[in-house]
């Protein structure tokens, strides 16, 4: 994300092939699992975090089979300490299509400042809970974030000039290889968002 934003900055062209690879409400596995591997491939990542989730299971999932833990504070310090990204994912991980304008603020900039405390560091990423995004949505996070990451519903040409509806690839702990080539080389064709109707 830091390499994507100084290009952005310098206003050069992305190296060709180049993927971003982001990771949504920051589970505990993220540091366990997932850092190991980013760090074994020099790969720096994008963390999206549940500020008020952080140390504690996902209750806020209430389709949820298991209970999850999320990552710690600390750990989420560690990401930062090894070069990677980290961004806002809200507060309560509700669609925010479904609140009004004070609403979608309040997810959008306490989620920001409670980050920014915890972690001592500038958030200017935000993830929209489920890709859920509407214009009043994404207007709002266009003055709060810079970068702002929705799902396969947002359009697939974003990087002319608007950075707060970036489109994303749904990646799953059973897709192959050959699955993700097929994401990279057919990017924007899908559109298999299974949380279309979550809120
Ligand atoms: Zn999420």
Redesign the pocket.
């Known amino acids: 994300m830091k390499k994507l934003n100084q290009q952005i900055k310098a206003g050069t062209l992305l190296e060709d092939e180049s993927v971003l690879i982001t990771f949504?409400?920051g589970y505990r596995d993220n540091y366990e699992v997932v850092l190991p591997i980013l760090e074994r491939n020099k790969i720096k990542g994008l963390f999206?975090l549940?500020p008020k989730y952080l140390g504690k299971q996902n209750l806020w999932n209430t389709r949820a089979e298991v209970l999850l833990d999320h990552l710690t504070t600390e750990q989420a310090r560690t990401l930062l300490d090894y070069g990677h990204t980290i961004g806002s994912?809200g507060l309560t991980?509700h669609r925010l299509t479904k609140f009004d304008d004070e609403q979608i603020r309040v997810e959008l900039i306490e989620s920001k400042i409670l980050l920014e405390d915890m972690l001592q560091v500038a958030i200017n990423c935000f993830?929209y809970?489920?890709g859920g995004t509407n214009q009043q949505v994404i207007s709002l996070a266009r003055q709060i974030y810079n970068y702002s990451f929705a799902t396969d519903q947002a359009p697939v040409n974003w990087s002319d000039s608007d950075f707060a509806q970036i489109r994303r690839e749904f990646v799953w702990p059973k897709s192959s290889v050959i699955d993700i080539e097929d994401l990279v080389v057919h990017f924007g064709t899908y559109d298999n968002n299974p949380?279309k109707g979550y809120e």
């Open positions: 949504d409400d999206f549940l994912h991980h993830a809970p489920y949380y």
